[in-house]
């Protein structure tokens, strides 16, 4: 039988009852719409992610004290864990010739004050080394150099948060502002970061790291940033601080090195699985919709029972009542599903506009999977309702009234 | 023109209902010659729609046996009935059975359809048939807007579209006045005088008047004309 004729019925019927049409159609809108939605959204904080640690630096490995459970192997003992220092820093940088840069940061938080002004803020000790590691400009005046950390000049690189709140529209380069009881010169502003992962990043002030363990009274590091030569030595220069490192700390790993790369795979994963349990409970609407398309076609059956009646009359085969109702489930679940994707997508696209600190990223694998398959629920569901209709008596149906 | 179109053996027709059956046909033997125009009379509740449902392959006789044009009918399938129904019998009913959101062109074609004739030709037939029944100019009209006369007419066209070997009327004046159900019957005559066999269903004897035989039923068993 002709299918242009087929399509063009099942669209008369349903133009016939065009309200219940609509209503069935917008439990596979919904459904569409919001598998869509919530894969963007999952999409888009995966690339977020992604984006901002890139811009955090790249070919990044961080060492911390003390061993992570993720790390793997055997907890070795149960001795107080050695803490880093500078040296040990040193060590790696001059050791490994995979190793460009290794800094040994201290992060505290202070007051710091200059007039009436104060802020508690971040103190982060660094060495010259930091900026060009993390992708940091300083905007005006000048960065740190090897001077000011080993003669532990008392020397400050301030925020863009931590200028404004002190300096307001000052300039603030040359002048000494007082962060716990030292006074610092302020050397440089850094270039405006913005706000990362829920972190203020113009929110800080970098000295030197000398000059912080002497302010925090430690050499304990918070950590040693390190940057590898390329990111095919990554590995390597993994492999080299922690050959360097156990041999300082008499052979224990009581330290951990973390890769960027690894910390990223590990959200990405954890963002993905999100993004499918959350697409899986949006595809459960869709088969709630699919149940509404079912329960429509059921009522549409018994209400043209007459018409089935007739049609096998004149010669229809139970075949094609089947595929006329088929067709016209799909067309139903199509036309939401079409209608679905195309506010699914506008939806995601608008939401950047009105919530910025949303990001939404339109996932085109998810609009093909969401359309395909609420094509698949209107087959699905209209199986049972065009069975029925197709196998009625031809006496029975026609004597319907 | 002696040539045998339907031919039916000892055709019964039981319905089970539970414990009880009952037997509607009891045992029919009739046979129709091509280019005939016979009328089923019979009381009401005598089993004449049961008959002529299964010689339109609606239906199929419990027990018997049914040649179409040479063709045992009784051993096919739904599949089969299907072409049958749509390429060799044209039927029409007593309430017309037309659908009510198409125009009368589009009901007149329904059964090519089924047929994979394309939409080009099928309009053109169903054109030529609408001005057959004296009905052209009512192609685009919906049952609703035709009398019941007409709307029977337009049934009729339906029937005729694809040239079947056999036209089955059930009581197809039963819901006309007198004037339309005459109308009516000239149309079935005069494709009668134009070599068409038919089967006519009635309980009026004004009807029958129109055929050339007419077969009594009564209670199952043929009462007079079968042969
Ligand atoms: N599906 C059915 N189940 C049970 N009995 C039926 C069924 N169809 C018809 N009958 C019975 O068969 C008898 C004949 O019906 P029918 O052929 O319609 O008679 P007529 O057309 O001569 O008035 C009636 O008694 C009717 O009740
Ligand atoms: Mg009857």
């Given at each position: ?364 694998w998810s609009v093909i999977v969401a359309f395909v398959f609420s094509g698949m629920v209107g087959i699905f569901f209209g199986v049972y309702p065009a069975r ?14 | ?37 016979v009328a089923i009379m019979g009381p009401s509740g005598s089993g004449k729609s049961t008959l002529l449902n299964i010689i339109g392959c609606l239906d199929r ?103 079947p070997s056999v036209i089955l009327a059930d009581e197809p004046t039963g819901n006309l006045d007198s004037r339309s159900g005459h109308e009516v019957m000239e ?41």
């Amino acid at each position: 039988m002709d299918v242009f004729e087929t399509i063009l019925i099942s669209f008369d019927a349903l133009k016939t009852n065009k309200m219940r049409s609509a209503l069935t159609m917008l439990g596979i809108i919904i459904g569409v719409s919001a598998v869509i939605l919530l894969v963007s959204i999952g999409e888009g904080a995966r690339q977020y992610i992604k984006r901002e640690f890139g811009s955090l630096g790249t070919n990044i490995l961080i060492v911390v004290p003390g061993k992570t459970a993720k790390e793997g192997g055997m907890h070795m003992g149960t001795s107080a864990v050695r803490k880093l220092v500078y040296d040990d820093a040193l060590l790696i940088k001059r050791r490994s010739a995979h190793i460009k840069y290794a800094v040994p940061v201290i992060v505290g938080t202070s007051w710091v004050k200059y007039r009436g002004q104060s802020r508690d803020t971040y103190i982060v000790g660094v060495t010259e080394e930091y900026f060009p590691a993390r992708n940091l400009r300083v905007e005006l005046g000048r960065s740190l150099n090897t001077d000011d950390v080993q003669m532990r000049r008392r020397v400050c690189i301030l925020g863009r948060t931590v200028k404004r709140d002190l300096f307001g529209d000052r300039n603030p380069l040359g002048a000494f502002i007082k962060i716990g009881d030292g006074r610092y010169r302020v050397i440089g502003i850094m270039k405006k970061k913005g706000v990362t992962l829920g972190y203020d990043l113009d929110d800080v002030v970098f000295i030197p790291t000398t000059a912080a363990s002497e302010l925090f009274d430690t050499d304990a590091l918070f950590n040693i940033t390190v940057k590898a030569r390329s990111a095919e030595v990554v590995e390597e220069a993994k492999r080299d601080i922690k050959n360097i490192l156990r041999k300082r700390h008499a052979g224990r790993e009581d330290f951990t090195v973390l890769s960027q790369d690894e910390m990223l795979d590990v959200m990405g994963k954890v963002l993905s699985i999100m993004t499918a349990v959350l697409a899986g409970i949006a595809a459960i609407s869709l088969v709630v919709g699919g149940i509404g398309i079912m329960n429509i076609m059921l009522v549409s059956v018994r209400e043209r029972t007459k018409e089935i009646g007739i049609r096998k009359a004149v010669g229809a085969k139970n075949r094609d009542i089947l595929f006329q109702f088929l067709t016209e489930s799909t067309i139903l679940s199509l036309t939401g599903g079409g209608i679905g994707v195309t506010a699914g997508v506008t939806i995601a696209m608008l939401i950047p506009r009105f919530i910025s600190f949303l990001p939404v990223e339109v996932a085109w694998w998810s609009v093909i999977v969401a359309f395909v398959f609420s094509g698949m629920v209107g087959i699905f569901f209209g199986v049972y309702p065009a069975r029925k209709a197709a196998l009625y008596d031809p006496i029975v149906a026609l004597r319907y009234e | 023109m002696d040539e045998e179109i339907i031919k039916l053996v000892n055709i019964r027709k039981i319905y089970f209902l539970g414990k009880v059956s009952i037997e509607v046909l009891k045992g029919i033997d009739l046979t129709v010659k091509k280019g005939e125009f016979v009328a089923i009379m019979g009381p009401s509740g005598s089993g004449k729609s049961t008959l002529l449902n299964i010689i339109g392959c609606l239906d199929r006789p419990t027990e018997g046996r049914y040649i179409l044009e040479g063709v045992e009918v009784t051993e096919r399938d739904d599949r089969e009935l299907a072409e049958i129904r749509n390429r060799k019998i044209g039927f029409v009913f007593q309430s017309f059975n037309l659908l009510p959101r198409m125009p009368a062109w589009k009901n007149v074609e329904l059964p090519l359809i089924y047929t994979g004739v394309n939409a080009r030709e099928r309009k053109d037939l169903a054109m030529k048939m609408l001005e057959k029944v004296g009905l052209l100019e009512r192609a685009e009209h919906r049952p609703s807007e035709l009398s019941g006369g007409e709307q029977q007419r337009v049934a009729i066209a339906r029937a005729l579209i694809n040239t079947p070997s056999v036209i089955l009327a059930d009581e197809p004046t039963g819901n006309l006045d007198s004037r339309s159900g005459h109308e009516v019957m000239e149309i079935f005559k005069s494709l009668n005088k134009e070599g068409a066999t038919i089967i006519l269903v009635t309980h009026e004897r004004d009807v029958a008047k129109y055929a050339e035989r007419v077969v009594t039923i009564k209670d199952g068993i043929c009462q007079d004309g079968c042969f």
